[in-house]
């Protein structure tokens, strides 16, 4: 059945980079793809660059001279099978100028040859293009592989603590709350244990939550720890970090202070979202898409009337201050999407013309008018797109300087799969040492052998 998804929805990406169809003359034939469609996943996006991008870049090289054309490749399936679309265009040297890949793609899109250095594929300009003084150190990581930039950022997100500022105030927290560190996190929970809160912390641990358990869950705490899951090409294995993060849990979840049995269940992340919105969550972990997406009293999947003056949210706490990676007192942890040049490209220079103008102020303040405002790469367009949004600007200003990334490499999700059965261990009661124990072995067999973790 996946082969002949494939076979379905190839068509779509098969055209050579840069070829014109009419074999004519001086102009210049450019592709552009997404996973979005007009109609279907991520229509907005997708009318974004055939009804503004796609005219504008046209009319702007006009005017210096160049007879440009740019044709829009659409995709509206799920991220897997546009991932293997991608990969048998760039093996094959076809697909579109300029594509769009998930970050946690580019390491391993890097290793197989499908993408390359911007500067070894551009040129030079690519790495003096004057966005770059406006996007995050922390966030031009996400592009970033061995050293080199390899695509442009899209757009970032990043993690927080959220509160119910009204369970806060009925334990006798305060409504500005700010943890130091994890003991605190603890010591408010107990404080809504006491006043009759069901559920006081909610982080994200076990294997029926996903990725959520890591990106919600031990990744951040692994960063509190202080610890990376992978440094220089060396993995993280049954660290002293890894246990504390580990322990974190076991406070958590075998101290009464979470439910370990909506770690466990189907549908407990939703479920959690709904019992945060009810009431009965008084801490949670989540990045910004809970802010837009859960809670939105407008179009939210848990609605609340009364976020903005109930739900309040604060940086995550390293283990301790100054204990974090990197020696911070807070951390986060974030993902996005990448836009990147086609190393087979026959117009390499315009085409990444094209992608830098789609990430230009102008193109970014267009997309996100309208209620489709997002956390931009860009700070110089977030002040400004961002002003109403105070959820949004904390993350932009306060949390992205010092988030952190997964390691963009090709096992990276096996690695994921062993760390949330890691929490998900030490939720049914096994030992931090124990969890990371198992870990370290099932570790091991993924990243071929002990020579590969780091002692």
């Known amino acids: 059945m996946a082969v002949v998804a494939v076979l379905a929805i190839s068509g779509l990406g098969l055209v050579a980079c840069g070829e014109s169809s009419s074999g004519g003359g001086d102009t210049i034939e450019l592709t552009i793809a997404q996973n979005a469609i007009a109609g279907g996943k991520n229509a907005r996006?997708?009318?974004?660059?055939?009804?503004?991008?796609?005219?504008?870049?046209?009319?702007?090289?006009?005017?210096?001279?160049?007879?440009?054309?740019?044709?829009?490749?659409?995709?509206?399936?799920?991220?897997?099978?546009?991932?293997?679309?991608?990969?048998l265009d760039l093996k094959s040297g076809k697909g579109a100028d300029v594509i769009d890949i998930d970050g946690i793609w580019a390491g391993e899109?890097?290793?197989?040859?499908?993408?390359k250095p911007l500067a070894d594929v551009v040129g030079p300009e690519a790495e003096s293009w004057d966005g770059?003084?406006?996007?995050?150190?922390?966030?031009?990581?996400?592009?970033?592989?061995?050293?080199?930039?390899?695509?442009?950022?899209?757009?970032?997100?990043?993690?927080?603590?959220?509160?119910?500022?009204?369970?806060?105030?009925?334990?006798?927290?305060?409504?500005?709350w700010q943890p130091?560190?994890?003991?605190?996190?603890?010591?408010?929970?107990?404080?809504?244990?006491?006043?009759?809160?069901?559920?006081?912390?909610?982080?994200?641990?076990?294997?029926?939550?996903?990725?959520?358990?890591?990106m919600q869950g031990v990744l951040p705490l692994l960063a509190g720890a202080g610890g990376e899951l992978q440094r220089d090409g060396k993995w993280t294995g049954a660290s002293q970090p890894l246990k504390d993060a580990l322990g974190l849990y076991q406070k958590i979840?075998?101290?009464?202070?979470?439910?370990?049995?909506?770690?466990?269940?189907?549908?407990?992340?939703?479920?959690?979202?709904?019992?945060?919105?009810?009431?009965?969550?008084?801490?949670?972990?989540?990045?910004?898409?809970?802010?837009?997406?859960?809670?939105?009293?407008?179009?939210?999947?848990?609605?609340?009337?009364?976020?903005?003056?109930?739900v309040g949210?604060?940086?995550?706490?390293?283990?301790?201050?100054?204990?974090?990676?990197?020696?911070?007192?807070?951390?986060?942890?974030?993902?996005?999407?990448?836009?990147?040049?086609?190393?087979?490209?026959?117009?390499p220079k315009e085409a990444f013309e094209l992608l830098a103008f789609t990430?230009?102020?102008?193109?970014?303040?267009?997309?996100?008018?309208?209620?489709?405002?997002?956390?931009?790469?860009?700070?110089?367009?977030?002040?400004?797109?961002?002003?109403?949004?105070?959820?949004?600007?904390?993350?932009?200003?306060e949390v992205l300087p010092l988030t952190a990334f997964r390691p963009p490499v090709a096992v990276y999700p096996q690695v994921s799969a062993a760390l949330q059965e890691a929490t998900a261990a030490v939720v049914s009661g096994k030992t931090p040492d124990e969890a990371a124990a198992g870990y370290q072995q099932k570790l091991e067999g993924i990243v071929g052998g002990a020579g590969n973790i780091a002692s």
């Open 45 to 87: 996006s997708a009318g974004h660059l055939v009804d503004w991008v796609i005219p504008k870049f046209v009319e702007a090289q006009k005017a210096k001279g160049k007879d440009v054309t740019v044709k829009f490749v659409p995709s509206g399936v799920d991220d897997e099978q546009y991932k293997t679309k991608l990969s």
């Open 109 to 115: 899109f890097a290793e197989a040859g499908y993408v």
């Open 132 to 176: 770059w003084a406006q996007i995050p150190e922390a966030v031009q990581g996400l592009a970033t592989y061995n050293g080199k930039k390899h695509a442009l950022p899209v757009g970032t997100d990043g993690r927080v603590l959220y509160f119910n500022k009204t369970l806060f105030g009925k334990a006798g927290l305060p409504a500005d």
């Open 180 to 214: 130091k560190s994890w003991q605190e996190v603890l010591d408010a929970g107990t404080k809504l244990k006491s006043s009759g809160v069901p559920v006081p912390i909610q982080i994200n641990a076990g294997t029926a939550m996903g990725e959520a358990t890591a």
């Open 253 to 310: 979840y075998g101290g009464g202070l979470g439910d370990p049995k909506l770690q466990q269940e189907a549908k407990g992340r939703d479920k959690s979202f709904q019992q945060f919105a009810e009431g009965k969550i008084g801490i949670l972990m989540e990045g910004d898409y809970f802010w837009r997406g859960v809670v939105n009293p407008t179009d939210g999947v848990a609605k609340m009337a009364d976020r903005d003056e109930v």
């Open 313 to 347: 949210y604060t940086k995550i706490p390293a283990m301790e201050p100054g204990k974090g990676v990197r020696g911070q007192d807070f951390v986060s942890m974030s993902g996005g999407a990448l836009r990147t040049v086609n190393p087979n490209s026959k117009h």
């Open 359 to 397: 990430l230009s102020p102008e193109a970014l303040k267009e997309e996100t008018k309208d209620g489709n405002v997002r956390i931009t790469p860009r700070t110089d367009v977030n002040k400004e797109i961002l002003a109403g949004q105070p959820l949004l600007t904390y993350i932009s200003e």
